[in-house]
T-cell receptor, first 114, second 113 residues
Framework: DVKVTQSSRYLVKRTGEKVFLECVQDMDHENMFWYRQDPGLGLRLIYFSYDVKMKEKGDIPEGYSVSREKKERFSLILESASTNQTSMYLC?????????????FGPGTRLTVL | AQKVTQAQTEISVVEKEDVTLDCVYETRDTTYYLFWYKQPPSGELVFLIRRNSFDEQNEISGRYSWNFQKSTSSFNFTITASQVVDSAVYFCALSDTGNQFYFGTGTSLTVIP
């Protein structure tokens, strides 16, 4: 059974903290994605990666960075968390060249920045 | 540019009523794929269906049905005889051959017992 896991379901951090959100998939997928979900705005792409050490900016990369050192792991980093980054963060993966297939999503991390 | 519009932000229906969730998309590609996902209160997105741009055949799966019309760039989703368990946020999405996915803003469906 395919699986995408995220390190935390709920996270509370303080303004200015460095925050790491981890995503791991066990399907040997090349492509991985980080989305942010806010009410009324749907899912917005932050970054995606199509291979180890490769990354591409999505629609809202400001304030975020990513790391992909191993194929199965894609990390989202908030260098200095701010209250406007309070949101639900979703990770997804898909094999390379298979945009005809659905993305596999993790359970999400609900981040609150105080 | 690719775009997906779900004009219905919130819908409430009484149990056993039928409900249709609208999805309109924009793309210049001739090859593209359309998806519906369900997000229950637990938060995880659950894949429901996909359609490619060359297959306009409608599909029925139990109480769920989908109507794909290229002429109106729509991919609507109907739930027949709705149940409380259908309460969720539903997302329509579009992908192209560039490995990117474009999501609508979602429709929150509440089924009242």
């Amino acid at each position: 059974d395919v699986k995408v896991t995220q390190s935390s379901r709920y996270l509370v951090k303080r303004t200015g903290e460095k925050v790491f959100l981890e995503c791991v998939q066990d399907m040997d997928h090349e492509n991985m994605f980080w989305y942010r979900q806010d009410p009324g705005l749907g899912l917005r792409l932050i970054y995606f990666s199509y291979d180890v050490k490769m990354k591409e900016k999505g629609d809202i990369p400001e304030g975020y960075s990513v790391s992909r050192e191993k194929k199965e792991r894609f990390s989202l980093i908030l260098e200095s968390a701010s209250t406007n980054q309070t949101s639900m963060y979703l990770c997804a993966s898909i094999p390379a060249g298979q945009s005809y297939n659905e993305q596999f999503f993790g359970p999400g991390t609900r981040l609150t920045v105080l | 540019a690719q775009k997906v519009t779900q004009a219905q932000t919130e819908i409430s229906v009484v149990e056993k009523e039928d409900v249709t969730l609208d999805c309109v998309y924009e793309t210049r590609d001739t090859t593209y794929y359309l998806f519906w996902y369900k997000q229950p209160p637990s938060g995880e997105l659950v894949f429901l269906i996909r359609r490619n741009s060359f297959d306009e055949q409608n599909e029925i799966s139990g109480r769920y049905s989908w109507n794909f019309q290229k002429s109106t760039s729509s991919f609507n989703f109907t739930i027949t005889a709705s149940q409380v368990v259908d309460s969720a946020v539903y997302f329509c999405a579009l992908s192209d051959t560039g490995n990117q996915f474009y999501f609508g803003t979602g429709t929150s469906l509440t089924v009242i017992p």
